[in-house]
């Protein structure tokens, strides 16, 4: 397949008065949950059921497949309840993988100086939350975290969005989405959001891929305005 052309991201950062970011694979490397739910917990779960490696993780990739996209896939008690195992303790075990991607630091910083709306906007369970915001101390950035649990449905859904501008109160003209996941940008757009910014790169042990829909970045300082 041929190449997908980048859309280059042109903001105006004086017509965004409000910043919305996701967690995982935006701010966080991924690599830490494709690891832990493609290896470790595999391995696991294998030694559990008396399974080997590969067949484990055939099950457990049919489970996900049925709950992606949705607020189980993301929620650690379902998961644990499920699977017969603690996979908060699991994650913790593993949790030395938790990393934020390059100039992540450097662009919330930005944010925070010029006086825009900061906030965290994310699918992850508060557990999750908990685990990785003790290895990478985003919250203090941050306005506002809202887990979508909280909403009641997963960001992927077009009814998330207006659900969320009215608990923020945000004007949707003005404000700016990143996310690495396209069927979030596709709800979000649906619902009004008029800045919409697709992190290519979500884990580092992967290659950038680019959005045919919605201008690209694979590190936050792209997003910066020129010194």
Known sequence: MPAVERIEPRLDWEQIDTVLLDMDGTLLDRHFDDYFWHSYLPENYALV?????????HRLRLEYDRREGTLAWTNLDYWSGVLGLDIPELKRRVDVLVAVHPHVHEFMKFCRERKKHLCLVTNAHHKTLQIKMAKASLLPYCDQVICAEEIGLAKEEAAFWPLL?????????RTMLADDTERVLDAAQRGGLAHLIHVARASSRTTASFSRNYPSIIYFNELLPPE
């Open 165 to 173: 501008q009215k608990r923020l109160g945000y004007d949707n003209r």
């Open 49 to 57: 059921h008396d399974l080997e490696v590969e067949e484990a993780r």
